[in-house]
Protein backbone atom coordinates (compact mmCIF):
# COMPACT_ATOMS: atom_id res chain seq x y z
CA UNK A 1 0.00 0.00 0.00
CA UNK A 2 1.02 3.38 -0.33
CA UNK A 3 1.88 5.57 2.31
CA UNK A 4 -1.16 7.92 1.63
CA UNK A 5 -3.41 4.88 1.86
CA UNK A 6 -1.84 3.68 5.18
CA UNK A 7 -2.13 7.21 6.47
CA UNK A 8 -6.06 7.03 5.96
CA UNK A 9 -6.72 4.33 7.02
CA UNK A 10 -4.70 4.81 10.22
CA UNK A 11 -7.11 8.08 10.68
CA UNK A 12 -10.28 6.01 10.03
CA UNK A 13 -8.97 3.22 12.49
CA UNK A 14 -7.88 5.62 15.15
CA UNK A 15 -11.39 7.51 14.78
CA UNK A 16 -13.20 4.20 15.67
CA UNK A 17 -10.98 3.40 18.77
CA UNK A 18 -11.87 6.96 19.76
CA UNK A 19 -15.39 6.48 19.49
CA UNK A 20 -15.24 3.16 21.64
CA UNK A 21 -13.06 5.26 24.24
CA UNK A 22 -16.00 8.00 24.23
CA UNK A 23 -18.36 5.36 25.22
CA UNK A 24 -16.48 4.22 27.63
CA UNK A 25 -15.58 7.57 28.95
CA UNK A 26 -19.25 8.64 28.80
CA UNK A 27 -20.49 5.65 30.98
CA UNK A 28 -17.50 6.28 33.33
CA UNK A 29 -16.50 3.73 36.65
CA UNK A 30 -13.59 1.77 37.27
CA UNK A 31 -13.30 0.16 33.40
CA UNK A 32 -13.01 3.72 31.77
CA UNK A 33 -10.56 4.82 34.40
CA UNK A 34 -8.30 2.23 33.40
CA UNK A 35 -8.81 2.59 30.13
CA UNK A 36 -7.80 6.55 30.35
CA UNK A 37 -4.74 5.79 32.20
CA UNK A 38 -3.41 2.61 29.42
CA UNK A 39 -4.15 4.93 26.86
CA UNK A 40 -1.91 7.75 28.00
CA UNK A 41 0.89 4.67 28.90
CA UNK A 42 0.27 3.57 25.70
CA UNK A 43 0.65 6.85 23.93
CA UNK A 44 3.80 7.77 25.11
CA UNK A 45 4.96 4.60 24.52
CA UNK A 46 4.02 4.60 21.03
CA UNK A 47 5.94 7.77 20.69
CA UNK A 48 8.87 6.65 22.13
CA UNK A 49 8.93 3.68 19.89
CA UNK A 50 8.20 5.80 17.11
CA UNK A 51 11.21 7.85 17.57
CA UNK A 52 13.77 4.75 18.31
CA UNK A 53 12.56 3.52 14.82
CA UNK A 54 13.28 6.23 13.00
CA UNK A 55 16.46 6.47 15.21
CA UNK A 56 17.55 3.52 14.13
CA UNK A 57 17.10 3.70 10.50
CA UNK A 58 13.58 2.40 10.67
CA UNK A 59 11.42 4.02 8.06
CA UNK A 60 8.27 6.30 8.33
CA UNK A 61 6.71 3.43 6.57
CA UNK A 62 7.32 1.25 9.28
CA UNK A 63 6.15 4.08 12.25
CA UNK A 64 2.56 3.64 10.34
CA UNK A 65 2.35 -0.07 10.40
CA UNK A 66 3.17 -0.14 13.90
CA UNK A 67 0.97 2.62 14.62
CA UNK A 68 -1.73 0.80 12.33
CA UNK A 69 -1.45 -2.50 14.30
CA UNK A 70 -1.69 -1.28 17.72
CA UNK A 71 -4.81 0.80 16.54
CA UNK A 72 -6.00 -2.28 15.29
CA UNK A 73 -5.64 -4.31 18.88
CA UNK A 74 -7.04 -1.56 20.82
CA UNK A 75 -10.25 -1.86 18.44
CA UNK A 76 -10.75 -5.55 18.87
CA UNK A 77 -9.66 -4.98 22.67
CA UNK A 78 -12.28 -2.76 23.06
CA UNK A 79 -14.75 -3.77 20.92
CA UNK A 80 -14.48 -7.57 23.16
CA UNK A 81 -15.64 -5.09 25.95
Known sequence: ?????ELALLGVEAQMV???RMA???LGGPKA???ARL???EKVKAAGE???TLATGGTPEKVVRDYRRKV???H??????
Do not use: P, W
Not at 1 to 5: C, D, K, Q, R, S
Not at 76 to 81: S, T, V
Open 1 to 5: MTMGT
Open 18 to 20: IGQ
Open 24 to 26: MFM
Open 33 to 35: RRE
Open 39 to 41: MVT
Open 50 to 52: AAA
Open 72 to 74: RAN
Open 76 to 81: RRLGKG
